[in-house]
């Protein structure tokens, strides 16, 4: 079946402009996660949802990021006002449960922001 | 302090030999999970194992096995016959499993593995 999918694969912006990053999980995984990867880092989380709604936005940096899961499925993280440290690789992965701990989460090939 | 720690930058192996990449972790949670995941060059995060902290015997999935010293907190992963596709950066990562809402992955640095043929 399909993966995560997202897009864009690749988003060039201008510091000071707003983006948007969209996610499409496994179909029937109710969990999902984002996760910024800097280079040479191990990827740091974001937000999670459980549905629709944000069960832990606790990784979010500042408000100038949001993310969004209206109908449960596909998510989308937003970011105003970019800033060039934001230049990262946000990656979404998605799982059948938030909170067992056996459930592996799924990777997306990620979308490389570069703010210029 | 670190949650998850690869004290490894690099590692090199030579094709058809073993290697081992090592992870320690830190939490007071008796309920969690670890987990291996391979990243290539072309960027793909792809989950390789699995270790819950009440397992009783070592996970292993085909080449990969884990060597869980839970007294010790570590998770050291074991690849063996090692394949030039091997390398690879490579993640350890830990899911605290409380009660709640706490899901996400924390993550290591990475050790990026290159196997010589």
């Known amino acids: 079946g399909a993966g995560v999918s997202q897009t864009p694969s690749n988003k060039v912006t201008e510091k000071g402009k707003y983006v948007e990053l969209r996610c499409d999980p496994i179909?029937?995984?109710?969990?999902l996660y984002w996760y910024r990867q800097s280079l040479g880092q191990g990827p740091e989380f974001l937000i999670y949802?459980?549905?629709?709604?944000?069960?832990?936005d606790s990784g979010l940096p500042n408000d100038r990021f949001f993310a969004v899961r209206p109908e449960g499925s596909v998510s989308t993280l937003k970011i105003q006002r970019t800033e060039r440290g934001d230049s990262a690789v946000y990656l979404c992965?998605?799982?059948?449960?938030?909170?067992?701990?056996?459930?592996?989460?799924?990777f997306g090939p990620g979308t490389r922001l570069t703010v210029t | 302090a670190q949650k998850i720690t690869q004290t490894q930058p690099g590692m090199f192996v030579q094709e058809k030999e073993a290697v081992t990449l090592d992870c320690t972790y830190d939490?007071?949670?008796?309920?969690?999970?670890l987990f291996w995941y391979k990243q290539p060059s072309s960027g793909e995060m792809i989950f390789l194992i699995y270790?819950?902290?009440?397992?009783?015997q070592n996970a292993t999935e085909g080449r990969y096995s884990l060597n869980f010293q839970k007294a010790r907190k570590s998770a050291n992963l074991v690849i063996s016959a090692s394949q030039l596709g091997d390398s690879a950066m490579y993640f350890c990562?830990?899911?605290?499993?409380?009660?709640?809402?706490?899901?996400?992955?924390?993550f290591g640095k990475g050790t990026k593995l290159s196997v010589k043929p």
């Open positions: 949802f459980q549905g629709t709604g944000a069960a832990d």
């Open positions: 939490t007071s949670d008796p309920s969690y999970g």
């Open positions: 179909s029937g995984h109710t969990a």
């Open positions: 270790q819950g902290s009440y397992d009783q």
């Open positions: 990562a830990m899911r605290e499993g409380r009660t709640g809402s706490q899901g996400n992955l924390i």
């Open positions: 992965a998605s799982s059948l449960l938030g909170q067992m701990t056996t459930y592996e989460q799924y």
